[in-house]
Antibody, heavy 120, light 106 residues
Framework: QVQLQESGPGLVKPSETLSLTCTVSGGSIISYHWSWIRQPPGKGLEWIGY???????IYNPSLKSRVSFSVDTSKNQFSLKLTSVTAADTAVYYCARSRLELPTPRFDYWGQGTLVTVSS | DIQLTQSPSFLSASVGDRVTITCRASQGISSYLAWYQQEPGKAPTLLISAASTLQSGVPSRFSGSRSGTEFTLTISSLQPEDFATYYC?????????FGGGTKVEI
C-alpha cells in the first residue's frame, strides 16, 4: 500500500519561503507524476503543480513565479518551495500520486496533509 | 483555465436518500473527470475516475455519469459514512482544476 507523508515547518513568516517534503513509502517514486495541492481553511482545493520522477515539472500559472519542485529518487521524496509567502498562502498542503495515463487519469494516493500558517 | 461549477454547494439529506451532485465544465473535457470524497480533517479520497469508473474498494452505491460537459455523481442510498464534502476534478487540460465542492450534511 502506497503511503505519502508531508513534512516541514507549520509556521512560516511573511515574505519567507515555505518548504515541504513528501516521503513516499510502500512503492517507488519512479515512473509516476507527483502533485502538490493546497486547501485554505474552510475552502476548496487548488492544484499547485506536479513533478515527474525525471524532474520535469508543470506548475499552475497562478503560482508559477513563486513555486519550484524537486525530486530525490534515492530517498523516494519530492519537495515544494514557495517563495515570498503571504497570509493568503496559509493552507493545508497535500501531496498526491498523480496517474495521468489515459483513459483514467486520477490522483489515487494522497498524504494526510500538513497545515502551514503564514504569520509573524 | 477550465472552470468546474458544482451544484448544489450544500445538500441536506437523510440516511437512505438518493443524492445527485452535478459538475459542469466550462468547456469540453472528454471524460477526464474524477470525483473525490473528503471527510472533515482528512485528505480527499478517490471515488471515481474517467467520469464513471468506480475505484477499487468504493461501494457500488456510488456511480458517475457524463452528458456532454455535465457530470453527475450519484449516491443511490446515503449511508452515515457518506456525510462529507465531494469534489470533482478535471484532468483534461492544465492547470488541473477542482470544482468548489458539495457538502452533504444531515
Amino acid at each position: 500500500q502506497v503511503q505519502l507523508q508531508e513534512s516541514g515547518p507549520g509556521l512560516v513568516k511573511p515574505s519567507e519561503t515555505l518548504s515541504l517534503t513528501c516521503t513516499v513509502s510502500g512503492g517507488s517514486i519512479i515512473s509516476y507524476h507527483w502533485s502538490w495541492i493546497r486547501q485554505p481553511p474552510g475552502k476548496g482545493l487548488e492544484w499547485i503543480g506536479y513533478i515527474y520522477y525525471d524532474g520535469s515539472t508543470i506548475y499552475n500559472p497562478s503560482l508559477k513565479s513563486r513555486v519550484s519542485f524537486s525530486v530525490d529518487t534515492s530517498k523516494n521524496q519530492f519537495s515544494l518551495k514557495l517563495t515570498s509567502v503571504t497570509a493568503a498562502d496559509t493552507a493545508v498542503y497535500y501531496c498526491a500520486r498523480s496517474r495521468l495515463e489515459l483513459p483514467t487519469p486520477r490522483f489515487d494516493y494522497w498524504g494526510q496533509g500538513t497545515l502551514v500558517t503564514v504569520s509573524s | 483555465d477550465i472552470q468546474l461549477t458544482q451544484s448544489p454547494s450544500f445538500l441536506s439529506a437523510s440516511v437512505g436518500d438518493r443524492v445527485t451532485i452535478t459538475c459542469r465544465a466550462s468547456q469540453g473535457i472528454s471524460s477526464y473527470l474524477a470525483w473525490y470524497q473528503q471527510e472533515p480533517g482528512k485528505a480527499p479520497t478517490l471515488l471515481i475516475s474517467a467520469a464513471s469508473t468506480l475505484q477499487s474498494g468504493v461501494p457500488s452505491r456510488f456511480s458517475g455519469s457524463r452528458s456532454g460537459t455535465e457530470f453527475t455523481l450519484t449516491i443511490s442510498s446515503l449511508q452515515p459514512e457518506d456525510f462529507a464534502t465531494y469534489y470533482c476534478q478535471q484532468l483534461n487540460d492544465y492547470p488541473l482544476t477542482f470544482g468548489g465542492g458539495t457538502k452533504v450534511e444531515i
